[in-house]
């Protein structure tokens, strides 16, 4: 077919963080082979495409953020689009389909995609393809893949009836040539509890996008004695398989070393985000005991010289690089330790083949190949199957290349999803079971993603401390294992223990003349406010605040804010507040006892719930162990607080292994105390999530 007789169809993505764009890349990638072309723009280029006018059909790709919220790139179209004034007809002309991203450990699944869909079809806009919705909890590709696959039958159609439309039906025939003489029938891909539920058919070559790799091509060398599979070992039936895998990715970067050295770009210009604020730790304490099980830190920092505002509540971004021995050991195994601190330029490949193709933002033009892997690259991402596809053209051993055809194959999802994704593994992790990789610096750039900037809840009051901002968290432990060869920190928490250590532990060589730390250490900090988890505007609306842990962090706030405002306003009427809070030991990771302690004594806290569920007791009946237990012996209280008395509901901490048990319990308590049934409860609960009563600040 030759390119003047292929069929246009629109494709926008809307990305956070490179998911959704790599996906439309792939559809653009695969479109060829159907006799179809993608235009391709980001959502957020609305100079480049115009839905008003648009004929053609429009596959949307979009990701999800924070608690729900579309992507940064879409935020001006989603806020054009939902314009009261726009007629309900707005988008009759339009024919869409759409996949989004999300993950069922929030709350919010797919929010992001839902939002736009069904304001698309408030205003008029048809679906010719029925909505994907992809889960990151238990691997994208699960709905993605088959989305995509049947995909190309629905832009078929959808084109064939557009032209009977125009009258044009014999221009079509070069189109539905091609169309199978199957039944078109699409569902919804909705994955998320239902995962087992979902039998994907393996359906064949997927055109261009999949290369049919022979047993006969590879000499495999595969021990008798492994009978399990791992990293670097497959089992049948995978290891006896024709493998289906992904076209090769087109290279678009070009990098060029300079022998001269340089100075780096200023950071906060590489920040996408907005206005980013320099400023010093003036305070570091550890809230644990040594023998705790996690370690939990609290720093301080100084805002009073900054425009930086926040409410009790609110989120912020911390700016962090990467481990520094994990980049030197990056820099070792690519063989390019001795060019670290030169300057590197890097632009787009002459000639290639990748649509729009241009420098990642998150990439400078010029700067040292050091700060690229410090600040730049997300070298912990857990690496993509497009990835594991390019890594396979950099390895010369005839074995790892064939293991690692089968990660990025249809035949070894599984095995992508067991020992990839679910174990966490990086680059370097990579590199090392497979030694014979060796990729190029241009692949990096060209694969791995923004280094993000990680974020926290503020764990203070700007009205009780002026010009200090606190926050709290664990630094966060990765244990060895078969698929990672030593234990790791988290990037942002261990980078910030290790920074912030002459705090906590003063030597003499730290102190000033005074016996008090002089350590100046800055970090690069960004807001990024919460437009619901704060505080009732009206102070007489009683609150609950459930926070295990480090879940505490903004309702240490919120107490700071509630004592102030009682100092200031002793006329005021003030609603009772609760907390429940919870840890493993007593004696070891009670955070914050002594304040709570104060705010029982001077009446900004009502009640203090708290457990252990560590501890062993004598009691003749055991003690409740988890807040969820506790929160069902104050059923009556809880109930009255939420339905009687209008209050609000605050949960911050853990996703998985909490908020899901308060949201059950607080259904239990809904239809015991209402002498309703759980659906029946679980439609209040709904209500109270809906009018924001119900509020959640938790991750995952």
Known sequence: MCCESKRRFLLLYATQK?????????????????????????????DKYNLETEKDPVVIVISTTGTGDPPDTARKFVKKIQDKTLPPDHFAHLQYGLLGLGDSEY?????????????????GAQHFYDTGLADDCVGLELVVDPWIDGLWLALKEALHLQKEKEGMNSAVDAVSSSLSPALHTVHEL?????????????????????????????????????????LIHSVPPVSQSALNIPALPPEYIEVQFQDTQGENPHLPSLISEGTTFEVPVTKAVQLTREDAIKTALLLELDIADTAFEYQPGDTFCVVCPNNGSEVEELLHILGLSEKADNLVCVK??????????????????????????????????????????????????????????????????????????????CLLDLLHAFPSCKPSLSLLIEHLPKLQARSYSVSSSNLYQPGRLCFVFNVVEFPAGPSRPVSRKGVCTGWLAELVAPLLHPSKNTLDTKGESSSTEKITIFPRPNNAFHLPADPSVPFIMVGPGTGISPFIG??????????????????????????????????????????????????????????????????????????????????R??????????VCGDKKHMADDVSDAIVDILSME???????????????????????????
Not at 109 to 119: L, P, Q
Not at 409 to 414: D, E, L, M, T, Y
Not at 629 to 635: E, Y
Not at 678 to 684: F, G, H, N, R, S
């Open 107 to 123: 709350m919010f699944f797919c929010n992001g995609g839902r939002t736009v869909d069904r304001r698309l079809q408030e205003l």
């Open 674 to 700: 209402m002498e309703a049934d759980k659906l029946e409860a679980m439609k209040i609960l709904a209500m109270l999530r809906e009018a924001k009563r119900y509020l959640q600040d938790v991750w995952s």
């Open 190 to 230: 909705n994955l998320s509890s239902e995962v087992q539920n979902l039998k994907l058919e393996d359906g064949g070559a997927r055109g261009s996008d999949v290369l049919s790799q022979k047993l006969d091509d590879i000499d495999l060398v595969a021990p008798a004695r492994d009978t399990e599979p791992s």
């Open 18 to 46: 490179g998911q959704a764009k790599a996906i439309a890349e792939e559809i653009w990638q695969q479109a060829g082979a159907h006799g179809l072309e993608a235009d391709m723009h980001c959502i957020s280029e609305m």
């Open 348 to 425: 787009v490949k002459q000639g290639t083949k990748k649509k729009g193709a241009s420098r990642p933002q998150h990439i400078p033009e010029r700067s040292t190949l050091k700060f690229i892997l410090n600040w730049c690259l997300e070298i912990r991402a857990i690496p993509k199957k497009a990835f594991l596809r390019a890594l396979v053209e950099c390895t010369s051993d005839a074995s790892e290349k064939r293991r690692l055809q089968e990660l990025c194959s249809r035949q070894g999802a599984s095995d992508y999803t067991r020992f990839i994704r679910d174990s966490n593994v």
């Open 558 to 639: 919120f107490l700071q804010h509630r004592q102030k405002l009682r100092e200031q306003h002793p006329d005021w009427k003030f609603g009772e507040t609760w907390l429940f809070f919870g840890c493993r030991h007593q004696d070891r990771d009670y955070l914050f006892k002594d304040e709570l302690r104060c705010f029982l004594e001077n009446g900004t806290l009502t009640y203090l719930k708290v457990c252990f569920s560590r501890d062993s007791s004598t009691a003749e009946v055991a003690p409740p162990k988890y807040v969820q237990d506790v929160l069902r012996l104050c059923a009556k209280e809880v109930a």
């Open 641 to 650: 607080v939420l339905l009687k008395d209008r209050g609000y509901f605050y």
